[in-house]
């Protein structure tokens, strides 16, 4: 029985390159992916920790402020440290007054259980809300109306 050289197939040696060559590929991807997933919940979590700081800064600016289910007035916030837990993330709510009497200067600090930190800094008019004279100058007539 004769044998032919031509025959069809891989030999164990390409094989063998084959699947180091794979297990390269699959090995540097898996890398980078694990990468991104860090990244990914590290930027989810100082999403998070703005968007709390913005909706907490914002209730400053409108003068009150809901902390613990209580209301506190600019006044009340004047000079304190005033802190809280909101979503596993520890709140402290500094108010200030600046040299001008109706400047307020209000500083959110928002920590994480890894001590990860977001610092929000803000001036405040107190002499009055922030957008009380926009909607009193605002005057709309009749004919301006979309009927």
């Known amino acids: 029985m004769k044998r ?4 069809n197939g891989f030999t164990l040696v390409e094989i063998l390159i084959a ?3 794979l297990q390269l590929m699959v090995m540097s991807t898996s890398t980078a992916l694990l990468q991104l997933n860090k990244i ?3 930027t989810t ?3 998070e920790m703005n968007k ?3 909706s907490y800064m914002e209730e400053i600016k409108c003068l009150n402020v809901t902390i613990d289910n209580k209301i506190y007035g600019i006044e009340e916030l004047l000079d304190k440290e005033i802190k809280c837990l909101k979503s596993n993330y520890e709140i402290n709510i500094k108010v200030h007054k600046e040299i001008n009497q109706e400047i307020y200067s209000a500083v959110l600090e928002i920590r994480d259980e890894y001590d990860e ?3 929000l800094t803000s001036y405040i008019n107190g002499g009055k809300a922030p957008y009380y004279d926009a ?3 605002l ?3 009749d004919e301006e109306l979309i009927h």
Do not use: F, G
């Not at 032919?4 to 025959?7: A, D, G, L, P, T």
């Open 45 to 47: 979590k100082i999403y």
């Open 19 to 21: 699947v180091a060559i």
């Open 40 to 42: 990914h919940k590290k």
């Open 4 to 7: 032919s050289r031509n025959e």
């Open 52 to 54: 709390i700081a913005q």
């Open 135 to 137: 909607y009193n100058e």
């Open 117 to 119: 930190t977001c610092i």
């Open 139 to 141: 005057t709309i007539e």
